[in-house]
């Protein structure tokens, strides 16, 4: 599974600071973040509201709404071509035919007074110059290939005929109609219901593989990513906390945040717990960081140091390719801890 | 039994002993579907709740479980007496709830309570965090003196693990789970025995889920509470029920102890769900076998004939198609509806 970061690099996000100015105050939503995505590879990008991780794909779209919202620093990297630095029809150019996003509510993110036939088409024809027919005909096609039963017929109909899942196919058909090189997939299936949400996965994985597109999906849940992802980007107020392979954040996660989000949620798989372990406190208020490390004030592990630096995001002793921020080595703590907590 | 007999009185019914608290036989909740025009005409149903029973014990939790539009939050809201419910009884605390006058109910309301799912919309934006929760004690009279009052919500405040100085403050002063905080209280202050809850952590951050499903578990011991859970989420469902009900398309078709529910899950859409459930564990997920169904939910207007699930049932055969199955008891608390069980 990690053959995918010895691909080439399809985005290299570096240092993005995304801020909003708003009549409250400065909103630090992205707060110096990097991460890479290979070629063919599934990145899960996880963490709670607030924590960046929308905020950080939506400034690689160029989608954040001025006058408030500022990219203010950084670069993105699609195939070496930076998204912040294009012009505007550059990004019109590139949006949609390299990179497209799908957005959690299929309810609200499809026009509601064009058929469905219409907006599958209208990409078609813009990025790929084809004509009404051939883009129909590809439509058609499109619609198949996510699983839309009988899709070639349904091109005439409108959004509010189509149930939640099947809008979501038909979102994530318009990702992929002109087979960018990365989609983006912003809680593809938090507003659907589990047995849809598992085609939907299973769709996104399947399209990964036959047309070995790169996929970020971002999600506030673990356990979505955990089937599908070869790589986790953990955020928190603004930050990657830690960074890993699917397989070491899920079984060796580092970070106290990382833990805490996974011990929070109760697993089928395991016997019952008699009392479920919440990550105490508030998310952040991102108007209102506090000084050192924002998670501190929620953090079992918390040491002096935490609240007067921030932690460095560094690689991980004895790992080669897990990375976390935070001063404290939690394997040293948690024995002790377990001892005197039980 | 004269359960309309019963006198409910300003207090309700604590002198109530029975097993079950809750007792639903034969419930129906159709909504009618008219034609437009300008004489409109009753065209069809939506068969939201079709005919199903089940009980509640005294002190314990049952979890519903279902997808969307299963019908899993009209069942909590006909308990409440929030629609006229088509047909069947709602015997709570001995009584029949479908059979009180309004006047009766609303004095009845205080016995039992609902907290819904977004804690953004279900507060009043302009009223206080103390007003909401003092409200249904000043509806039905509940407090001796205004110093009373102010005691009661400042004790509600705290039990529910808020401040008592933030009763100042309003609903947007407050983050999404001390707002859900706020909703627990309010349908606290009355002290009723039964709580209806419909999806109250699903609008919550992960982090702070866990933080109100021990909140309620913690008040559950303390108050001798009763839940009905209503959730999507097998796992948070899992950890707080007792027993569980599985609903589809208008029916329970599964309900069964906690244990013996997700150990030996009987009917196959109660399988499809748990294998749907995501672990959060890549080497136990790339190993599980899921069984993905296939299509949607049906509508639950014309929903299929026989059994409603026989359109999506891996395992279905031709008797599925022509006949309803029977719900059964296959010994143990264990009932399941399915010809294939």
Same mark, same amino acid.
């Given at each position: 599974m990690a053959t995918e970061t010895s691909q080439p690099k399809v985005l290299e996000i570096k240092d993005l600071v995304t801020r909003f100015y708003t009549t409250d105050g400065i909103v630090k939503a992205v707060d110096g973040v990097s991460y890479d995505v290979h070629e063919g590879e599934i990145v899960g990008v996880v963490g709670e509201s607030g924590s960046g991780k929308s905020v950080t794909a939506l400034s690689v779209m160029r989608l954040i709404p001025p006058p408030g919202g500022r990219i203010e620093a950084g670069e993105a990297l699609l195939d070496g071509e930076d998204m912040l630095k294009m012009s505007e029809e550059r990004v019109l150019e590139v949006r949609g035919a390299k990179i497209a996003m799908i957005f959690q509510e299929p309810m609200t993110s *499809?026009?509601?007074? *064009?058929?469905i036939g219409r907006q599958l088409t209208e990409a078609l024809e813009t990025h790929l110059d084809m004509s009404r027919e051939q883009a129909s005909n590809r439509a058609g096609d499109l619609l198949d290939m996510v699983g839309i039963p009988d899709g070639r017929n349904r091109l005439n109909d409108y959004p509010h005929q189509f149930s939640g899942g099947m809008r979501q196919r038909v979102m994530i058909a318009m990702g992929l109609s002109c087979e960018p090189r990365l989609l983006i997939a912003d809680e593809p299936t938090t507003a659907l219901d589990v047995t849809i949400q598992a085609q939907i996965l299973e769709l996104m994985q399947r399209l990964n593989e036959e047309l070995n597109t790169a996929v970020i999906i971002i999600t506030h849940n673990l356990g979505v990513v955990a089937r599908y992802a070869h790589w986790i980007n953990v955020m928190y107020a603004g930050k990657i906390v830690e960074s890993g392979p699917a397989e070491t954040i899920f079984k060796n996660p580092r970070h106290p945040y990382t833990i805490g989000l996974l011990s929070s949620v109760p697993r089928l798989d395991e016997p019952r717990k008699a009392k479920l372990d919440p990550i105490e406190g508030m998310p952040p208020d991102l108007m209102n960081l506090p000084g050192g490390c924002s998670f501190r004030p929620r953090c079992p592990f918390a040491i002096d140091r935490c609240a007067e630096e921030y932690p460095p995001f560094e690689l991980v002793d004895g790992t080669t390719d897990q990375h976390k921020a935070c001063w404290v080595d939690v394997t040293q703590v948690s024995a002790a801890k377990a001892g005197s907590d039980n | 039994m004269t359960q309309t007999d019963v006198e409910v009185t300003g207090h309700g019914t604590e002198q109530y002993t029975g097993e079950y608290l809750l007792e639903v036989n034969n419930l129906k909740m159709y909504f009618p579907v008219n034609s437009r025009g300008i004489i409109p005409r009753h065209v069809a149903d939506v068969k939201a709740v079709d005919d199903i029973s089940f009980f509640v014990r005294k002190g314990e939790t049952l979890g519903v479980v279902g997808e969307s539009g299963c019908g899993k939050t009209t069942v909590g809201r006909s308990i409440m007496q929030v629609y006229k419910i088509t047909e069947g009884e709602i015997m709570f605390e001995g009584v029949d709830l479908a059979k009180l006058s309004p006047g009766r109910m609303r004095r009845m309301r205080r016995r039992l309570q609902m907290i819904f799912q977004d804690p953004y919309s279900s507060l009043n934006p302009r009223m206080t965090a103390g007003s909401i929760i003092g409200e249904p004690i000043r509806i039905h009279n509940m407090s001796s003196s205004r110093g009373d009052y102010v005691d009661q919500v400042e004790e509600l405040l705290r039990v529910v693990g808020l401040n008592p100085y933030m009763r100042d403050r309003y609903p947007h002063e407050f983050s999404g789970g001390q707002r859900q905080r706020i909703s627990v209280a309010r349908a606290l202050a009355v002290r009723p025995s039964l709580i209806i809850c419909d999806e109250p952590v699903s609008a919550l951050d992960v982090s702070i889920q866990a933080q109100v499903i021990n909140l309620l578990e913690e008040l559950q011991e303390q108050f001798d509470l009763t839940y009905i859970f209503i959730a999507h989420d097998l796992s948070v469902v899992r950890h707080i029920s007792d027993r569980v009900a599985v609903m589809y398309l208008g029916k329970i078709v599964e309900i069964a102890t906690r244990e013996e529910l997700y150990e030996n899950p009987l009917h196959p859409y109660t399988r499809a769900l748990l294998s749907a459930v995501p672990i959060p564990d890549p080497i136990v997920e790339r190993q599980r076998e899921r069984i993905v169904l296939t299509g949607d939910v049906p509508s639950p207007i014309r929903p299929p004939s026989g059994c409603r699930f026989h359109t999506r049932c891996p395992i279905a055969i031709d008797v599925c198609t022509e006949e309803d199955p029977e719900f059964r008891e296959m010994g143990g608390d264990h009932w399941v509806a399915c010809h294939r069980v």
């Amino acid at each position: 599974m990690a053959t995918e970061t010895s691909q080439p690099k399809v985005l290299e996000i570096k240092d993005l600071v995304t801020r909003f100015y708003t009549t409250d105050g400065i909103v630090k939503a992205v707060d110096g973040v990097s991460y890479d995505v290979h070629e063919g590879e599934i990145v899960g990008v996880v963490g709670e509201s607030g924590s960046g991780k929308s905020v950080t794909a939506l400034s690689v779209m160029r989608l954040i709404p001025p006058p408030g919202g500022r990219i203010e620093a950084g670069e993105a990297l699609l195939d070496g071509e930076d998204m912040l630095k294009m012009s505007e029809e550059r990004v019109l150019e590139v949006r949609g035919a390299k990179i497209a996003m799908i957005f959690q509510e299929p309810m609200t993110s *499809l026009n509601p007074v *064009l058929t469905i036939g219409r907006q599958l088409t209208e990409a078609l024809e813009t990025h790929l110059d084809m004509s009404r027919e051939q883009a129909s005909n590809r439509a058609g096609d499109l619609l198949d290939m996510v699983g839309i039963p009988d899709g070639r017929n349904r091109l005439n109909d409108y959004p509010h005929q189509f149930s939640g899942g099947m809008r979501q196919r038909v979102m994530i058909a318009m990702g992929l109609s002109c087979e960018p090189r990365l989609l983006i997939a912003d809680e593809p299936t938090t507003a659907l219901d589990v047995t849809i949400q598992a085609q939907i996965l299973e769709l996104m994985q399947r399209l990964n593989e036959e047309l070995n597109t790169a996929v970020i999906i971002i999600t506030h849940n673990l356990g979505v990513v955990a089937r599908y992802a070869h790589w986790i980007n953990v955020m928190y107020a603004g930050k990657i906390v830690e960074s890993g392979p699917a397989e070491t954040i899920f079984k060796n996660p580092r970070h106290p945040y990382t833990i805490g989000l996974l011990s929070s949620v109760p697993r089928l798989d395991e016997p019952r717990k008699a009392k479920l372990d919440p990550i105490e406190g508030m998310p952040p208020d991102l108007m209102n960081l506090p000084g050192g490390c924002s998670f501190r004030p929620r953090c079992p592990f918390a040491i002096d140091r935490c609240a007067e630096e921030y932690p460095p995001f560094e690689l991980v002793d004895g790992t080669t390719d897990q990375h976390k921020a935070c001063w404290v080595d939690v394997t040293q703590v948690s024995a002790a801890k377990a001892g005197s907590d039980n | 039994m004269t359960q309309t007999d019963v006198e409910v009185t300003g207090h309700g019914t604590e002198q109530y002993t029975g097993e079950y608290l809750l007792e639903v036989n034969n419930l129906k909740m159709y909504f009618p579907v008219n034609s437009r025009g300008i004489i409109p005409r009753h065209v069809a149903d939506v068969k939201a709740v079709d005919d199903i029973s089940f009980f509640v014990r005294k002190g314990e939790t049952l979890g519903v479980v279902g997808e969307s539009g299963c019908g899993k939050t009209t069942v909590g809201r006909s308990i409440m007496q929030v629609y006229k419910i088509t047909e069947g009884e709602i015997m709570f605390e001995g009584v029949d709830l479908a059979k009180l006058s309004p006047g009766r109910m609303r004095r009845m309301r205080r016995r039992l309570q609902m907290i819904f799912q977004d804690p953004y919309s279900s507060l009043n934006p302009r009223m206080t965090a103390g007003s909401i929760i003092g409200e249904p004690i000043r509806i039905h009279n509940m407090s001796s003196s205004r110093g009373d009052y102010v005691d009661q919500v400042e004790e509600l405040l705290r039990v529910v693990g808020l401040n008592p100085y933030m009763r100042d403050r309003y609903p947007h002063e407050f983050s999404g789970g001390q707002r859900q905080r706020i909703s627990v209280a309010r349908a606290l202050a009355v002290r009723p025995s039964l709580i209806i809850c419909d999806e109250p952590v699903s609008a919550l951050d992960v982090s702070i889920q866990a933080q109100v499903i021990n909140l309620l578990e913690e008040l559950q011991e303390q108050f001798d509470l009763t839940y009905i859970f209503i959730a999507h989420d097998l796992s948070v469902v899992r950890h707080i029920s007792d027993r569980v009900a599985v609903m589809y398309l208008g029916k329970i078709v599964e309900i069964a102890t906690r244990e013996e529910l997700y150990e030996n899950p009987l009917h196959p859409y109660t399988r499809a769900l748990l294998s749907a459930v995501p672990i959060p564990d890549p080497i136990v997920e790339r190993q599980r076998e899921r069984i993905v169904l296939t299509g949607d939910v049906p509508s639950p207007i014309r929903p299929p004939s026989g059994c409603r699930f026989h359109t999506r049932c891996p395992i279905a055969i031709d008797v599925c198609t022509e006949e309803d199955p029977e719900f059964r008891e296959m010994g143990g608390d264990h009932w399941v509806a399915c010809h294939r069980v």
